[in-house]
T-cell receptor
Framework: GENVEQHPSTLSVQEGDSAVIKCTYS??????FPWYKQELGKRPQLIID?????GEKKDQRIAVTLNKTAKHFSLHITETQPEDSAVYFC??????????FGTGTSLTVIP | DVKVTQSSRYLVKRTGEKVFLECVQD?????MFWYRQDPGLGLRLIYF???????EKGDIPEGYSVSREKKERFSLILESASTNQTSMYLC???????????FGPGTRLTVL
């Protein structure tokens, strides 16, 4: 089955700096790549996603890039704010029936 | 707004007990999922269901079973709870138009 690896496991940045989280996947048939944010004690929530026919997608301070050849995708957060502190999960899916998640990145934004 | 609810936020059970975790969604989604979340391991799929009475094993189905008698309800069953099943359990449903998964608040299960 699909294997998704996520790095780094922890990340600390100064407020205003950028943060980048990277994921790799193993199955070239995967075609949907969502990113979820989970604040402490809360449920994961989708923040951005990308499909395999697109190389980059942006939503205000958040962007995701996908390199199908290398089988990796990345989350970019610019101008980080304290409220960006959370655990971020990447995932990959082929059919929408099964989602394979990375192990998560704990992001801390230092004011 | 999609609403996914789970029957309990916290649950404490004893080894060997049968445990039922229930999940209800109100968006008529066909696909529903059960995950367990452990530190450093991310979210791991236990079972998913793509229709009433239909179920598929995920990556870690051992020790679990599921029931989907109605479209809105997906239950996770621990037939005989063990201490290594102490975990956070998250239910989700999927919007077929966008593939977005909507998660419930989670049930933190402790097995003593």
């Amino acid at each position: 089955g699909e294997n998704v690896e996520q790095h780094p496991s922890t990340l600390s940045v100064q407020e205003g700096d950028s943060a980048v989280i990277k994921c790799t996947y193993s199955d070239s048939a995967s075609n949907y790549f969502p990113w979820y944010k989970q604040e402490l004690g809360k449920r994961p929530q989708l923040i951005i996603d990308i499909r395999s026919n697109v190389g980059e997608k942006k939503d205000q301070r958040i962007a995701v890039t996908l390199n199908k050849t290398a089988k990796h995708f990345s989350l970019h957060i610019t101008e980080t704010q304290p409220e960006d502190s959370a655990v971020y999960f990447c995932a990959a899916s082929i059919t929408g029936n099964q989602f394979y998640f990375g192990t998560g990145t704990s992001l801390t934004v230092i004011p | 707004d999609v609403k996914v609810t789970q029957s309990s936020r916290y649950l404490v059970k004893r080894t060997g007990e049968k445990v039922f975790l229930e999940c209800v969604q109100d968006m008529d989604h066909e696909n529903m999922f059960w995950y367990r979340q452990d530190p450093g391991l991310g979210l791991r799929l236990i079972y998913f269901s793509y229709d009433v009475k239909m179920k598929e094993k995920g990556d870690i189905p051992e020790g679990y079973s599921v029931s989907r008698e109605k479209k809105e309800r997906f239950s996770l069953i621990l037939e005989s709870a063990s201490t290594n099943q102490t975990s956070m359990y998250l239910c989700a449903s999927r919007n077929p138009s966008t593939d977005t998964q909507y998660f419930g608040p989670g049930t933190r299960l402790t097995v003593l």
